[in-house]
Nanobody, 123 residues
């Protein structure tokens, strides 16, 4: 499957952004979909994931209550709505897909990755 992420940009603290990740090449419903992020000089961290059915969303503690993940199977797209953005949210955001029913937040367990989209939050 090929993943194409978009929606990043430069915003001020407190603003909102919505990231999109569109999948092509295989049946979208086969995949657990997730978002990770990587700040300069840091490791790639889990942000959020959503199960194949669209239920069981999971969030990192740092974004819980501010970010919402959703998926649109008709359009093969997963979204990450990011509200109340903070400077510490600044990172390259990657979408990822996993061909398994087992949910995991470990990035090395994901089979496919998008190219990343940069989110910069100024204070």
């Amino acid at each position: 499957v090929q993943l194409q992420a978009s929606g990043g940009g430069l915003v001020q603290a407190g603003d909102s952004l919505r990231l999109s990740c569109t999948a092509s090449g295989r049946t979208f419903s086969w995949y657990i979909m997730a978002w990770f992020r990587q700040a300069p000089g840091k490791e790639r961290d889990f942000v959020s994931l959503i199960s194949r059915s669209g239920g069981t969303p999971s969030y990192a503690d740092s974004v819980k209550g501010r970010f919402t993940i959703s998926r649109d199977s008709a359009n093969n797209t997963v979204y990450l709505q990011m509200n109340s953005l903070r400077p510490e949210d600044t990172a390259v955001y990657y979408c990822a897909a996993r061909t398994s029913t087992v949910i995991t937040t470990r990035p090395f367990m994901y089979n496919y990755w998008g190219q990343g989209t940069l989110v910069t939050v100024s204070s």
